[in-house]
């Protein structure tokens, strides 16, 4: 027990070495005068100014409304999503039926169809949150539909063979058997629901953090622009650490798989 705490803390240490060196240059250079304070704000002043962003308030108000945008889109986004690319990669029918849709309107930057939503649903929530959704659609749905293709197609014969049900065929070859690819295409639209956010609140939105981000652009706050990115950062970083989490749980012998290969 102790041997792993050690290991755990070693592992961590060499971890976050690496930024603690680049944070200690980044401090030093700007004290010397080689860049400018304008545009590579000390990280001293950095985190000064997030205090003061937490003490008043404002940060997690910001980070409040992004995250209340992302969780609506991404739920309205990912169960179709996953919901019809299984479907497709079950069904040839409907795969011939619906894919040319799909990859005639999966390589449209979304962020290119958003003052469409403007137009549709006007300058309020619910344009970024379809704006959202539609890019964790595309992203859960293609993922979805291959994983249920990449499964072993001698399962689905035995079951052919031993007379199962349609029902029994989907609870015990195709959702088990394309899980690990779900995932994969969860974790994207996670990413992806940050980054449309950011993008949708850069063009209008009165909070978030995007709008924290372009306001402070145009007051040249760059020290904000920073914590902006930092938040993105440890976001992107929380969302992946919970859906490992969840991961565990559902597909169990996917991380015994992976440690065999290690």
Known sequence: MKNTRLNNLVKLIFTALPLIILLILWEFVIRLGYLKPLFFPPPSMIFKTL????RSGELQGNVYASLVRIF???ILGTIPGIVLGLIMGWSRKVRVFTDPV???TYPIPKIAIFPLFLLIFGVGELSKIVLIALGCFFLVL???MAGVRNINKTYFE?????????VKTFTRIILPGSLPMVFSGVRLA?????LMVVA???ITANNGIGAMIWYAWETLETDKIYIGILICSLLGLLFTMVLKKIEKIFIP???ATQNEIE
């Open 158 to 166: 035995v079951a052919e063979n031993y007379g199962a049900r349609r």
């Open 200 to 202: 949708a609140e850069f």
């Open 72 to 74: 609506w889109g991404f």
């Open 142 to 144: 293609i993922n979805s």
């Open 190 to 194: 996670l990413g992806g629901s940050l």
């Open 102 to 104: 799909i990859a005639a």
């Open 51 to 54: 205090i003061e962003m937490v």
């Open 253 to 255: 012998w996917e991380e």
